[in-house]
């Protein structure tokens, strides 16, 4: 599988931005994907998640309530749109993609950079 990445920017505090993730190759053996993301000098940490048959979601807690996650099944697309965006969100986000539940994820794509000014 290979995973495409883009939409991240700058904006202020309190904007908005939607990453994209499109995904190519094998597909059909994906079970799920998520973003992670990895401020400077931390640990990457999950952000957010979605099966790829779109029934189940999940969130970190420091993003309930802000972001939301949707795929687009012609595409093979999944969207993360962040809202209400804080400077601690600042952080290269990746992509990730797992072939089935409790496996680790194992394709990853580029990252994309999100900054939030104050």
């Known amino acids: 599988v290979q995973l495409q990445a883009s939409g991240g920017g700058l904006v202020q505090a309190g904007g908005s931005l939607r990453l994209s993730c499109a995904a190519s190759?094998?597909?059909?053996?994906?079970?799920?994907m998520a973003w992670f993301r990895q401020a400077p000098g931390k640990e990457r940490e999950f952000v957010s998640g979605i099966t790829w048959s779109g029934e189940y979601t999940y969130f970190a807690d420091s993003v309930k309530g802000r972001f939301s996650i949707s795929r687009d099944n012609a595409k093979n697309t999944v969207y993360l749109q962040m809202n209400s965006l804080k400077p601690e969100d600042t952080a290269v986000y990746y992509c990730?993609?797992?072939?089935?539940?409790?496996?680790?994820?194992?394709?990853w794509g580029q990252g994309t950079l999100v900054t939030v000014s104050s």
């Open positions: 190759g094998r597909t059909f053996s994906i079970y799920a």
């Open positions: 990730a993609t797992q072939p089935r539940i409790n496996a680790n994820f194992d394709s």
